[in-house]
Nanobody, 116 residues
């Protein structure tokens, strides 16, 4: 199976920025779809951003214009640049890889806390 390790989470003030990284144990070539999701305490997991095998992106309405997902296949890494952070962005952020066969792989998450 594919191992995914997120990093870059931490504490940031409202209006600040963070860049999350997700390192994969094997190639994330363009045939794979990569996603970031998040889950706040007591809430359902929410899909935040998706990047397709062709490089196309999609975002939840709550983060459009503030977050940017990107991928570097040569480094087997996907990123989530988060700008203009709000307290409601506080959550554990999870990296997700969708293989062409439909199998999903998840990282263990990295915590982002945005203070008022």
């Amino acid at each position: 199976q594919v191992q995914l390790v997120e990093s870059g989470g931490g504490l940031v003030q409202a209006g600040g920025s963070l860049r999350l990284s997700c390192a994969a144990s094997r190639s994330i070539s363009s045939i794979n779809i990569m996603r970031w999701s998040r889950q706040a305490p007591g809430k359902e997991r929410e899909l935040v951003a998706t990047i397709s095998s062709a490089g196309g992106t999609d975002y939840a309405n709550s983060v459009k214009g503030r977050f940017t997902i990107s991928r570097d296949n040569a480094k087997n890494t996907v990123y989530l640049q988060m700008n203009s952070l709000k307290p409601e962005d506080t959550a554990v952020y999870y990296c997700n890889l969708l293989q062409p066969n439909g199998m999903n792989y998840w990282g263990k998450g990295t915590l982002v806390t945005v203070s008022s």
